[in-house]
């Protein structure tokens, strides 16, 4: 643990069958006035909206809804929602779905009192948040962001064809996250596949970067173990309550910031996903699960023994009867082997991209990287090898 750092993590978890009998307890925190934030209808269907509008009403809380968030939530969307909590006077923003629903609960808690353009403050000029920002909690129905106890908010500006995002302060985390696994049976196995990569992909873009010997490379194998195990078994049986357990409790723990500790970080897999989403709307995850492997066949031997290390320690591969290229080379192969048979899309074609939109898509990921700096000319190599 070499780099230094500085840990605070305020959100309070609640996890488990009976997570949100704690709700009315943390109303108790808050004014008068609601805002219920979600997404399309999934949480109509599964009747978790009626149980939450209830616990509003018995608390004698007024309830302003912003519906129809869309995956890969937008800014118009966001801007809408920063209108409500301004001309309602909002004292919680309560959002109830995955990654997008609470990214946008966030963005509009940061934006509603933003002297300024908030765009250009906040997501282009990563500006230092100095005004009002408004609580956030959550109600998580699907496993794999790790937004419900981080500070993420990835907007997307459909207009500048960018979606951005960054870590915004402690602040800005949700005060609460309600996580009942039970609320993830009714996720459609897609869905659930693309949050289970995109768990995968932000364990992967903390461990491949320096070579220290360093405690948080060892949670994170850890971590990366225990979510392949469950994995296989939660797609398998949708109501395996042990495996969804798993599955959200990695998911939160992957980017809850403790598995980055003392450590460089890469996050390019992310900054290329985040621009083929913003061309092709493609869900998060399944975007990650095309480009990891062409990227990580582009950058490995700039970590060889890291990539051998993932094929022993993650993979149980016997990397002692290979050259280190072989192990390396075979522990990404697991990789690839591991999202075929999530049913993951393994090409940028079946996403929807075409050949023309790639030299667009290169031209506007933020560059960076972790072994290997990543420049225009390699991202554009990365999405050819995707495509
Ligand atoms: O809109 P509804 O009807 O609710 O349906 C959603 C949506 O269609 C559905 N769903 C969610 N819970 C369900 C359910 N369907 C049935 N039963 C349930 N219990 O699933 C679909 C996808 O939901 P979404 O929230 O878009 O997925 P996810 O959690 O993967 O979030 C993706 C967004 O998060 C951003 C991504 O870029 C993307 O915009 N990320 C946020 C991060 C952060 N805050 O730290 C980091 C990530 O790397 C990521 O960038
Ligand atoms: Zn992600």
Known sequence: MKLD??????????????????????????G??????????????????????????????????????KSNPTYLQMLEGARLVRENHVDLILAVGGGSVIDCAKGISLSAY???????RYWINFEEVDNQIVPVGSILTMAGTGSEMNGGSVITNEEKMLKNGRVYPPEVYPKFSILNPEYTYTVPKYQMASGIFDTMSHLMEQYFSGEDDNTTDY?????LKSLIHSAYTALENPEDYEARSNIMWCATIGLN???????EQDWEVHMIEHQVGAYTDCAHGAGLAVISVP?????????????????????????????????????IDKLHEFIVKLGL?????????????????????????GYKYMTEED?????KASF
């Open 257 to 263: 910031t403790v598995t980055g500790l003392s450590k």
């Open 345 to 369: 899309p393994t090409t940028l074609r079946e996403i929807g991209a075409t050949e023309e939109m790639l030299a667009s898509i290169a031209n506007s990921t933020v560059q960076g990287g």
């Open 114 to 120: 933003c002297k300024g353009d908030p765009w250009e």
């Open 379 to 383: 991202i554009l190599h990365v999405l």
């Open 295 to 331: 990227y990580y066949q582009y950058i490995y031997r700039y970590g060889m023994d890291k990539f051998v290390r993932f094929a022993k320690n993650v993979w149980n591969l016997p990397v002692e009867t290979m050259t280190k290229e072989e192990a390396a080379l075979a522990g």
């Open 219 to 223: 949670m994170i194998e850890g971590v």
């Open 5 to 30: 750092f500085t840990y605070y993590n305020p959100t309070k978890i609640y996890f488990g069958k009976t997570a949100l009998e704690h709700l009315p307890q943390e109303l108790e925190n808050y």
């Open 32 to 69: 008068k006035t609601v805002l219920l934030v979600y997404g399309k209808g999934s949480v109509k269907k599964s009747g978790l909206y009626d149980k939450i509008i209830n616990i509003l009403n018995q608390a004698d809380k007024k309830t302003i809804e912003l519906s129809g968030i």
